[in-house]
């Protein structure tokens, strides 16, 4: 499968953005979706994830009560709503792609379970 990631932007504190993860050569709903990011001189984190039917998410506890994962099987595509932005949510964003529904069954999901990986959109929330 084959991974775009796309609604990265620029954008004041507090503003919002939604996050696009386009899949192409292999239905969506063959895998669990995650969301990652990675800051200059940081490692890449986990933000969040969701199981091959949407059923179950998980989420970091720096974004949760404030990004909501979501996935539209029919349309290929994974998305993730970030509101009430803050600049410590600067990063690149990268959507993955998991053969393993597992990788939802915990409270936080490692990049290393994720098998396929999109090229990144870039999030810079301004003070």
């Known amino acids: 499968v084959q991974l775009q990631a796309s609604g990265g932007g620029l954008v004041q504190a507090g503003g919002s953005l939604k996050l696009s993860c386009a899949a192409s050569?292999?239905?969506?709903?063959?895998?669990?979706m995650g969301w990652f990011r990675q800051a200059p001189g940081k490692e890449r984190e986990f933000v969040s994830a969701?199981?091959?039917?949407?059923?179950?998410?998980i989420y970091s506890d720096s974004v949760k009560g404030r990004f909501t994962i979501s996935r539209d099987n029919a349309k290929n595509t994974a998305y993730l709503q970030m509101n009430n932005l803050k600049p410590e949510d600067t990063a690149v964003y990268y959507c993955?792609?998991?053969?393993?529904?597992?990788?939802?069954?915990?409270?936080?999901?490692?990049?290393?379970?994720?098998?396929?990986w999109g090229q990144g959109t870039q999030v810079t929330v301004s003070s």
């Open positions: 969701i199981n091959k039917s949407g059923v179950r998410k």
């Open positions: 050569g292999r239905p969506l709903n063959q895998y669990a």
């Open positions: 993955a792609a998991s053969i393993f529904n597992t990788v939802v069954t915990g409270y936080r999901a490692s990049p290393a379970d994720f098998h396929f």
